[in-house]
């Protein structure tokens, strides 16, 4: 049973280490943002899924771009070309994410227009 509480214990400290994060606030917050927007819109049980989904995968994607930053900087602290396309396709995935994210958000508010 302790082990279960201590893989708990670190799962919240690095959920907390991730939160702490620039971007990740910066996305949590544009989630608060759009999360009352759409309420305003009176989505359906089955828009508010996708909705939900977007918003996970953006979030998960932002958390693991930061992951892979920071491994990348401990790895090499000093600027590199390498690295920098590293880093760089990270921050594509989470802009992958989110252009995904705003279809279908544009989907959603279109069959509500």
Do not use: H
């Amino acid at each position: 049973m302790k082990l279960w509480i201590n893989k708990f214990k670190n799962a919240f400290r690095g959920f907390g280490l991730l939160i702490s994060d620039f971007s990740v606030r910066i996305q949590l917050v544009l989630l608060l943002v759009a999360s009352v927007f759409f309420m305003m819109l009176g989505l359906e049980t089955y828009e508010w899924i996708a909705v939900v989904i977007c918003f996970a995968l953006v979030i998960v994607a932002e958390m693991m771009n930061t992951v892979i930053e920071k491994t990348l900087d401990y790895i090499q602290p000093n600027q590199d070309p390498k690295i920098r396309n590293l880093k760089d396709m990270g921050a594509g995935f989470v802009w992958m994410a989110c252009m995904f994210a705003i279809i279908v958000a544009c989907i959603i508010i279109g069959g509500k227009i």
